[in-house]
């Protein structure tokens, strides 16, 4: 099995590339060529079949052409602008999250006309594809009302993955991710950013600073937890899925007080009193419109899981990003 990962320099994309190297295995058959594919060139893990590695700016069509032109059997396209940096340069939002997935469709479709081809597309798209009106607990077939550009290139593209599979020339699913926290490494350029720091920072010591209010809500999942979600969207059966192609994804919906407080029971109050309050008030008004609590059942019945407490997520990142041990 070829399996194709576009985005494999970001976080979860070498955490999903380091899964299947240590596997070895998807969809119960031996991985046989891995390549990974981003704007910067990621780095190869140790496996025992061939891995490829390529820099390459999936904007452009000849891009996409030549990642399909190989016929991986299952493709996760992982890459994206984040949320604050799309809303601040518009095009470059639209650029990547949106033609860059509209190259790739293309690509696949063009590839099938030439000789029979329908690989597997796992798509990461996003709960910024809602936005108000919402309900207490948001389902899968909430109308789509984003409020920002990030949210709006994802929504776009979660109806052309519906509507290729409709049409038999690809074989997608879309999952919508929680925001994922803990996230290891330095702070990116998403507003939700703030949600990893206040929990990462402290953990090792360092002050984080906290822009919005402790009664903010939001829906949360683990790195763990997402490449749960992709790995299982890979090897599901999408027949139970119909044309409804994409689902938001299990996940716990807590407040930033609840987050602070769960810090606080597994690294004391220390760690507590190393988050600094600065009002932001363009990331408060932001968060402000983003969904805070999903009714995932569909997922669920799909076999999809994520942790059930932000103790669980906080002890996760301890376990696989700090060997177990804090400051």
Known sequence: MHILIIGAAGMIGRKLTENLARRGTLRDQQISRLTLADIVQPDAPETTFPVATIALDLTTPASAKRLIATRPDVIFQLAAVVSGEAEADFDKGYAVNLDGTRHLLEAIRQEGLREPYLPRLVFTSSIAVFGEPLPAAIPDDQLHTPLTSYGTQKAICELLLADYSRRGLVDGIGIRLPTIVVRPGKPNKAASGFFSSIIREPLVGFEAILPVDESVRHW???????????????????????QRRNLSMPGLSATVGEEI???????????????????????????????????????????????????????????????GRIA
């Open 220 to 242: 949360f999942a683990s790195p763990r937890a997402a490449v749960g979600f992709l790995l299982h969207a890979a090897e599901l059966d999408t027949a139970p899925l119909g």
């Open 261 to 323: 407080a769960a810090l606080e029971r597994i690294a004391g109050s220390k760690a507590r009193a190393l988050i600094r309050h600065q009002h932001d008030p363009a990331i408060a008004n932001m968060v402000a419109g983003w969904p805070q609590n999903f009714d995932t059942r569909r997922a669920i019945e799909l076999g999809f899981r994520a942790e059930q407490s932000f103790d669980e997520i906080i002890e996760a990142h301890i376990e696989d990003e700090l060997g």
